[in-house]
Every structure is written in structure tokens, then in C-alpha cells.
């Protein structure tokens, strides 16, 4: 939570056990911090929706083994996982 601690306007508290795997429908999210791509993998693997995962790294090696690793349909590298809405289509 650290690396979180400087951005203005964010309210962070620290995340429990059951705020993985779970969607927030707001804006809200749930950001974890870990030693290794590893762990990262085993965190998705045990807690991901299969819909969109997200890595932040500076390591292409790691940021490509997460990107063909990862089983989701939408897999993210450095990269927002927001969606975002077209302008009016009408």
C-alpha cells in the first residue's frame, strides 16, 4: 500500500481475505503487492474471474511470461484494466 500512498484523492485502507475474488461494482479496487511473478500467478490462479487480469512491471521477461500465462479474456501489461465507454452512439 505504499507505492499508493502518494496519489491525491485516493482513500486506501488495507485489503482483507475476502475482498479477492470478488467484484466491487463501484469504484473500487482490490491491489496486491507481491514478491515474485510466482506469486502473482498463484494469486490469479486461486482468486481470478477469468475476465481481466493486470501486471505492473519494469521486466519485459516477467511482464511477457504473465501475459502468455495468464488465463483470462482480457490480460493487461502496464496497462489500466478500466473500461471505458464509446461517446453517444446514437
Request: aromatic residues 6%.
Amino acid at each position: 500500500m505504499n507505492i499508493l500512498k502518494n496519489q491525491p484523492g485516493l482513500k486506501l485502507k488495507a485489503a482483507v481475505d475476502e475482498d479477492w475474488g470478488k467484484e466491487f461494482l463501484d469504484l473500487i479496487a482490490a491491489v496486491r503487492v507481491v514478491d515474485s511473478l510466482d506469486g502473482a500467478l498463484e494469486h490469479i490462479q486461486r482468486y481470478g474471474s477469468g475476465h481481466s487480469e493486470a501486471i505492473v512491471t519494469e521486466d519485459y521477461s516477467c511482464g511477457m511470461r504473465f501475459l502468455n500465462e495468464v488465463d483470462a479474456a482480457c490480460v493487461y501489461l502496464n496497462a489500466s484494466t478500466r473500461l471505458q465507454m464509446a461517446g453517444n452512439l446514437d
